[in-house]
C-alpha cells in the first residue's frame, strides 16, 4: 500500500524546536495524577497534534508510555516500524467502507481497534473469517459525547455477539467526555454515571484483561475517579490545558517553539502601505522585515495585524495581511537588526504574547487547532 508521496520535503529554515525532557516531564506528572497501575495512552494523531509524530513516538516509545492513539489505520501504519513495546489503538471506528483486506492488516499488526456499531462488528467479523488472526476490539459507548459511541442496548447485543466471535477479542471499552474542559463539568459527572451504570450492568470491571478508559487530558486532570485502568491524553501530553486553567493540578511545559528567519530587511515610510489589500499604513519611517512563513505553512491569515513574534527579547509586530508563504513585521524598535536572525513564531511559555495560548485567542480558536496547523514540512529538531 502506497503511503508516501514523492512530493513531500522539510524546509530546513522553519524550525520547530521539540524539548524530549519536557514532553516526558508532562507524561510523568499526568501519570503521577493517576493510580500506579493505571496504564497511559499518548494520543498522538493528527501529527502528534503538529509536533511530528515521528518525532514525537521516537522519544515516547522508551518512555512511560504503555499505549499510542492515533486517529486512522494510516497513521498507525505509519507509526509501526517506531514502536516495539507499546500497543496502537486506533480510534476510529471499524465501517464497512474499510476495504477488508485493512481489517486483516490491523488484526495481522496486532492494532487495536474500536467498535461503534453492529454493522462495524459484521464487517470485522466477516473480514477475519477463514484467518487466523485475533482482531483486539474496544467497545465505544454513547454516554453524552454524540459522536461515535454505540447507545448501551446496541452495546449491549454487541457484547452478546461477540461472544460468539472467535476471531474478535473484547480487549477494552470506553467514553469520551463532551465537556471535561469545561469550567462545569456536571454533564461530564453525568456521562461518567452513565457509563460506570453500563460497566455495572454487564459486570465488567470484574475483568482483569479488559482496559477501561474515559479520560482524555482535561479528565485526567480534573476527574481522577473516572481514571480507570487507562488514560488517553492528547494535549496535555504536549504541554497545554484543554483551555488555560487558573489552579492546575500539575504544571504542563509546552514542548514545541517554532522559529523561522527574516529573510530580508527593508525600510517603509511614512504613510506607505504593506502587503494585500493595504491593511497597515506606515505611520513613522519603518524598518520591516520578511519571514518566510504564511498560511500555508499553519500561521493563520487572522493573525494578520495582529500577533507578535519574538526577536531576542523584543515583541515585533505582524503588519499587514499574513500571505500564503511570508509576512511582515515591524523590526524598527530593535537594534541592530541582521537577516539570518531567528524569531520565535510559537513560543514555549504559557504566558508569552506569542505562545499558543495567545494565538489561538486571536484567531479565536482553541490551542488545539493552532498547533495542528503547523506544516508537516517544517523541520522538527529534537533536543
Ligand atoms: C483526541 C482524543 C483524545 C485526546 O484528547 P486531549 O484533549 O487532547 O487529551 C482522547 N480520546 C479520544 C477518543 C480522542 O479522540
Avoid at 130 to 140: E, F, K, M
Avoid at 142 to 154: A, Q, V, Y
Avoid at 202 to 210: M, W
Amino acid at each position: 500500500m502506497k503511503v508516501y508521496r514523492d512530493q513531500s520535503f522539510i524546509r530546513p529554515d522553519l524550525q520547530a524546536h521539540l524539548y524530549s525532557e519536557r514532553l516526558l516531564d508532562n507524561v510523568r506528572a499526568l501519570r503521577g495524577l493517576c493510580a500506579p497501575s493505571t496504564r497511559f495512552c499518548a494520543v498522538v494523531k493528527a501529527n502528534a497534534y503538529g509536533h511530528g509524530i515521528r518525532e514525537v513516538v521516537n522519544i515516547l516509545k522508551n518512555g512511560p508510555v504503555d499505549f499510542f492513539a492515533v486517529a486512522t489505520f494510516y497513521e498507525a501504519l505509519h507509526i509501526r516500524p517506531l514502536v516495539h513495546r507499546q500497543s496502537i489503538l486506533i480510534l476510529e471506528p471499524i465501517h464497512p467502507a474499510q476495504p477488508a483486506e485493512q481489517i486483516r492488516a490491523c488484526a495481522a499488526a496486532g492494532f487495536h481497534c474500536v467498535l461503534a456499531s453492529l454493522e462495524g462488528l459484521d464487517w470485522a467479523a466477516r473480514a477475519l473469517a477463514g484467518t487466523d488472526r485475533i482482531l483486539p476490539v474496544h467497545l465505544n459507548i454513547e454516554t453524552g459525547m454524540g459522536r461515535c459511541g454505540m447507545p448501551p442496548e446496541e452495546a449491549a447485543a454487541l457484547l452478546t455477539r461477540l461472544r460468539s466471535q472467535t476471531m474478535l477479542r473484547l480487549a477494552g471499552v470506553f467514553t469520551h467526555y463532551a465537556t471535561a474542559d469545561e469550567d462545569n463539568i456536571s454533564f461530564a459527572w453525568e456521562q461518567h454515571r452513565r457509563f460506570e451504570a453500563f460497566l455495572q450492568e454487564h459486570r465488567l470491571k470484574d475483568r482483569p484483561d479488559l482496559l477501561i478508559h474515559s479520560c482524555n487530558s482535561a479528565a485526567t486532570l480534573k476527574m481522577p475517579p473516572a481514571h480507570y485502568t487507562m488514560v488517553r491524553c492528547g494535549i496535555s501530553m504536549y504541554g497545554y490545558y484543554s483551555r488555560p486553567m487558573s489552579q492546575p493540578p500539575i504544571p504542563l511545559k509546552p514542548v514545541l517553539k517554532l522559529q523561522a528567519p527574516l529573510t530580508l530587511i527593508k525600510t517603509i515610510k511614512a504613510g506607505e502601505s504593506v502587503g494585500y489589500g493595504r491593511s497597515f499604513i506606515a505611520k513613522r519611517d519603518t524598518l520591516a522585515a520578511i519571514v518566510p512563513l504564511g498560511y500555508a505553512d499553519g500561521y493563520r491569515r487572522a493573525f494578520s495585524n495582529k500577533a507578535v513574534m519574538k526577536l531576542g527579547d523584543h515583541f515585533i509586530p505582524v503588519i499587514g495581511r499574513v500571505c500564503m508563504d511570508q509576512l511582515i513585521v515591524d523590526v524598527t524598535d530593535v537594534p541592530n537588526v541582521q537577516t539570518g536572525q531567528m524569531v520565535t513564531v510559537i513560543d514555549d511559555d504559557h504566558q508569552s504574547p506569542c505562545g499558543v495560548y495567545a494565538l489561538a485567542e486571536l484567531a479565536d480558536t482553541i490551542c488545539y487547532e493552532i498547533l495542528t496547523m503547523i506544516h508537516a514540512h517544517v523541520n522538527r529538531i529534537v533536543h
